[in-house]
């Protein structure tokens, strides 16, 4: 069977534009996929708030970083970032009042454990909400800095205990009151000793009844020399005349 010439013609010239094509595409720099493969898995470059080991690092050793732990605080206690501070996602509404201040002016890095530990991006999120945007997250942070052998530490955060300021002006309260109660039985006390007097004088003047006790004992050997005085001498001297 021939081809009319027509036809072939036309795929000349066709493949002569598709020769042509392909050898411009080739000598192009920045030439175009002949074939596009769709790819399925999820890539893995990170996304705009993480933050490397190395850069994370840096920060903390410039003082300019402030490293926040995602997880739980029993686990915060067993080994963390040295320095870092105990914020869980899960009880954010109650603890970020306590580490607000802390958290301004310097970068925020959010961390917790483990490849797919999704806490440290979620503490990430509610930071934000609350103001904080210089906010970063790295990811797998404990495990990788642990053993990169970076500095760490164990134990309760010190900042926990600012709370404790907060009872100082119950405490005052409490001892402005107790002298109070001080002050009451010492004003009854001088009433005991002298509950025969009903002058206020004597409340005033306690040595006053020891003054009256000394009288009568000045007296009492002045008693005897007046019964010394010679009238039994007087009665001889009457019967002679």
Known sequence: MKFPSFTLQTLGILALAAGLGLAFNANRPDSLPLVRV???AVQASPQDNEITLHDAAQLSASG???FVDARDASDYAQGHIAGALSLPAFSFTQDFPLVRDSLHNSTVITYCDG?????SRDLAEQLKAH?????RVLKNGWT?????GLPTATG???LLREPQELEHPAQESLSQETPRLEHAPQQTMPDGP?????????????QEPAQEKSAPQEATPQ????QKTPPQESKPTGDQS
């Not at 103001?131 to 906010?135: A, F, H, I, K, T």
């Not at 990788?144 to 990169?148: G, I």
């Not at 008693?223 to 007046?226: G, I, K, R, V």
């Open 38 to 40: 769709h790819e399925v």
């Open 64 to 66: 300019q970083a402030v």
């Open 115 to 119: 490849e797919h530990c999704e806490l």
């Open 131 to 135: 103001g904080l945007r210089n906010v």
């Open 144 to 148: 990788l800095w642990r053993d990169k």
């Open 156 to 158: 309760q955060e010190p």
């Open 194 to 206: 002298a509950p025969e007097q009903s002058t206020p004088e004597g409340i005033a003047h306690p």
């Open 223 to 226: 008693e005897p020399l007046l």
